[in-house]
Nanobody, 122 residues
Framework: VQLQASGGGLVQAGGSLRLSCAASGLTFSRYIWAWFRQAPGKERKFVAAIDWSGGRTDYADSMKGRFTISRDNAKKTVYLEMNSLLPEDTAVYYC????????????????WGQGTQVTVSS
C-alpha cells in the first residue's frame, strides 16, 4: 500500500492550495479517507474526512468553510482544497485511510501518506 501526498508549499496568508493523495495497492473505493495535520511540537490533529461515496464529509471546526475534502474513486485520489489560509494552518499534512469506520481520531486509520509541508506566511 502506498499513499503519495503532494501539493504542499509556501503561500501567503489568504491564499489557497490544493493537496492530493494518490493511492495504490488497495481498493480505494472501500476506504474512508481523511486528512490530518501536525505542526512542530504538537500532536497530529484531524482536518477532514470523507466517506466511501463522498456523500458525507466532516471537518474540524477551524476548517469549516475554508477547506473542502473530495475524492475521485476512478483516479484513486483524495483531495483537500484549502482556501483563506492562515499562518496557523502551517503544518505537515497527512492523508490517511481506514475501513474501520468513520473517525476523527488518528488511531482510527490504518494507512498513512508521507506528509506534505504547508507553510503559510503572514
Amino acid at each position: 500500500v502506498q499513499l503519495q501526498a503532494s501539493g504542499g508549499g509556501l503561500v501567503q496568508a489568504g491564499g489557497s492550495l490544493r493537496l492530493s493523495c494518490a493511492a495504490s495497492g488497495l481498493t480505494f473505493s472501500r476506504y474512508i479517507w481523511a486528512w490530518f495535520r501536525q505542526a512542530p511540537g504538537k500532536e497530529r490533529k484531524f482536518v477532514a474526512a470523507i466517506d466511501w461515496s463522498g456523500g458525507r464529509t466532516d471537518y474540524a471546526d477551524s476548517m469549516k468553510g475554508r477547506f473542502t475534502i473530495s475524492r475521485d474513486n476512478a483516479k484513486k485520489t483524495v483531495y483537500l482544497e484549502m482556501n483563506s489560509l492562515l499562518p496557523e494552518d502551517t503544518a505537515v499534512y497527512y492523508c490517511a485511510a481506514t475501513t474501520r469506520g468513520y473517525s476523527d481520531s488518528f488511531q482510527g486509520y490504518d494507512y498513512w501518506g508521507q506528509g506534505t509541508q504547508v507553510t503559510v506566511s503572514s
